[in-house]
């Protein structure tokens, strides 16, 4: 009998989203005629701006023609969208990104795994909590953990706790770790680093030889001047740090899927003799070996969204979210409610009220409310007490979804 993976046995519970699922539809099935309003996962509402739909068309009708069909792409992503992405999002900022430095793909969260296929197992490895579920996940899977305590924490992985208490800035590890998974603007909590402080995870880094992957896959909804926007805007980050990105939330490809990750080709590793590595070239191989790239018209419409009326219309939908999580902020904060996030990014993390628990509360606003938020302990013990409310949605369910959420807790208090 073939032997499975036993990493896998390690896992707690469903991932967390499919668990969501399974709880709403078991209360849909009980409650037909009740009006849910979904605002657990991240998931956008609003359709592809015109322009970027414009370009796949486009790009479909060039599918059609002999003359101008294409098959097999590049693996690492075309040369127009790869050089649109270097010059708008970095070399146009005074960032030093390269074209060659680009790797397009499916998904970050995809490449958030994956990365770990050229990392060795023997590496100490620094997540934040609460954390995205992947990030910790994949670690299991790939056999990089012990198993799991009674608070749902793995053996082996470094947790950083960022709560109100800590002002949701991790502290620095007092050991050493070579890989640090950071995620800025925050999911889940919301919040964002400052310059100082990707300072002094870079310095860390540099001072223990670690590397950092650092999701940036909600910049796109910073709006504050200082806030930094990437990793790279920080002095000496290329020598240390992976960057992904997406263009899933910012132009709504949630759906459409198109992300790529920046590995700077002064980006070092070491073998387990201990000579260095470029990284950059080892990704290259395993990007080659196992995908085959994004097809030919999402990159043609990710590069759309470059234009001059693409880059208007995607402001457009960022907006459109960020007033939602400002209208979520307020009212949630209206109601009473300690709220975190919403500011700088697309999510709002709310203090559960009266002590409860996480998924206590999560029952309490879909039996109540009839609204669908994501229990902040699913993301880690430190994400316990806290909720995380989504504002990727209609205005019009943004809205009835505070009605709702203010009446309850009115009636409850």
Same mark, same amino acid.
Request: aromatic share 10%; charged share 20%.
């Given at each position: ?13 469903g991932y967390l989203f499919p668990e969501i699922a399974r709880r709403v539809n078991a209360f849909c099935e009980a409650n037909p005629d009740a009006a849910v309003i979904k605002m657990g996962i991240g998931d956008v509402t609003q359709p592809l701006a015109p322009a ?14 002999? +003359? ?257 999580? @400002?209208?979520? @902020?307020?009212?949630? +904060? ?61 205005? +019009? ?17």
């Amino acid at each position: 009998m073939a032997q499975i993976n036993d990493h896998y046995l390690k896992l707690q519970a469903g991932y967390l989203f499919p668990e969501i699922a399974r709880r709403v539809n078991a209360f849909c099935e009980a409650n037909p005629d009740a009006a849910v309003i979904k605002m657990g996962i991240g998931d956008v509402t609003q359709p592809l701006a015109p322009a970027i739909v414009k370009a796949m068309h486009e790009a479909v009708d060039e599918m059609a023609n002999a +003359e101008t069909f294409r098959g097999y792409g590049p693996e690492q992503g075309y040369p127009f969208l790869r050089e649109a992405i270097a010059k708008n999002d970095f070399q146009d900022r005074g960032i030093d990104v390269s074209a060659d430095e680009i790797f397009v793909s499916d998904g970050s969260k995809c490449d958030s795994g994956n990365l770990l296929d050229i990392f060795g197992s023997d590496n100490v490895i620094a997540v934040l909590d609460p954390v995205y579920p992947v990030y910790v996940d994949t670690n299991v899977m790939a056999g990089h953990t012990g198993p799991a305590d009674e608070n749902g924490r793995y053996g082996k992985l470094v947790y950083m706790p960022v709560t109100a208490e800590t002002n949701f800035e991790p502290a620095i590890p007092d050991q050493h770790v070579d890989l640090i998974y950071l995620c800025y603007p925050n999911n889940p909590t919301g919040t964002v680093a400052s310059r100082e402080t990707l300072t002094k995870w870079v310095e860390y880094a540099k001072e223990h030889d670690a590397i950092i992957f650092y999701d940036a896959a909600y910049e796109g909804f910073v709006s504050d001047p200082d806030v930094p926007r990437s990793i790279f805007e920080i002095p000496g980050a290329r020598d240390v740090a992976i960057e992904l990105r997406s263009f899933s939330k910012t132009a709504g490809f949630t759906g459409t899927r198109c992300a790529f990750t920046v590995i700077p080709k002064t980006l070092m590793g070491k073998t387990s003799d201990g000579q260095e590595k470029d990284i950059h070239s080892l990704w290259n191989r395993r990007h080659c070996t196992k995908f085959n790239g994004v097809s030919y018209p999402v990159q043609r419409g990710a590069a759309a969204a470059y234009s001059d009326e693409g880059k208007a219309q995607v402001q457009e939908l960022v907006s459109f979210y960020m007033n939602n999580a @400002r209208l979520l @902020r307020e009212g949630l +904060e209206a109601a009473g409610l300690e709220v975190f996030g919403g500011v700088n990014a697309p999510y709002v993390w709310v203090k559960t009220p009266d002590g409860i628990s996480s998924w206590d509360f999560f029952d309490q606003l879909l039996e109540k409310s009839h609204i669908v938020g994501t229990p902040g302990s699913g993301f880690g013990a430190a994400g316990e007490g806290y909720f995380r409310l989504s504002a990727f949605n209609s205005l +019009e369910n943004t809205q009835t979804a505070i009605e709702r959420i203010q009446k309850s807790l009115a009636v409850s208090s």
